[in-house]
């Protein structure tokens, strides 16, 4: 079973950066894609950026130019780089991991989340 699990997140003032890291275990399929969400508070859940496991990157609109998605295959980890940051992306941010087995059946993943506060 795969277990994901979040961390790196805190309270940071506007313009400042930090990483998140999703540490994945268990039976990773090798063409998992792994992603990061986030939902801020009466918000739907949103799409922050997709990177797949040869290195393609997806990026929400709004982050584009100031978040970075990467991924080390040798530690099973996946990470969200985040400069710039501004009050509006305050969220909880989820980990998600997506996979097809032999018989081409989709499996999806979420860690716990992790909080990002961007304030002063």
């Known amino acids: 079973q795969v277990q994901l699990r979040e961390s790196g997140g805190g309270l940071v003032q506007p313009g400042g950066s930090l990483r998140l890291s999703c540490a994945a275990s268990?039976?990773?399929?090798?063409?998992?894609?792994m992603g990061w969400y986030r939902q801020a508070p009466g918000k739907q859940r949103e799409l922050v950026a997709t990177?797949?496991?040869?290195?393609?990157?997806n990026y929400a609109d709004f982050v584009k130019d100031r978040f970075t998605i990467s991924r080390d295959n040798a530690k099973s980890t996946a990470y969200l780089g985040m400069n710039s940051l501004k009050p509006e992306d305050t969220a909880v941010y989820y980990c998600?991991?997506?996979?097809?087995?032999?018989?081409?059946?989709?499996?999806?993943?979420w860690g716990q989340g992790t909080q990002v506060i961007v304030s002063s």
């Open positions: 268990g039976n990773i399929y090798s063409n998992f894609v």
């Open positions: 990177i797949t496991s040869g290195g393609t990157t």
């Open positions: 998600n991991a997506i996979g097809y087995n032999d018989y081409g059946h989709r499996h999806e993943y």
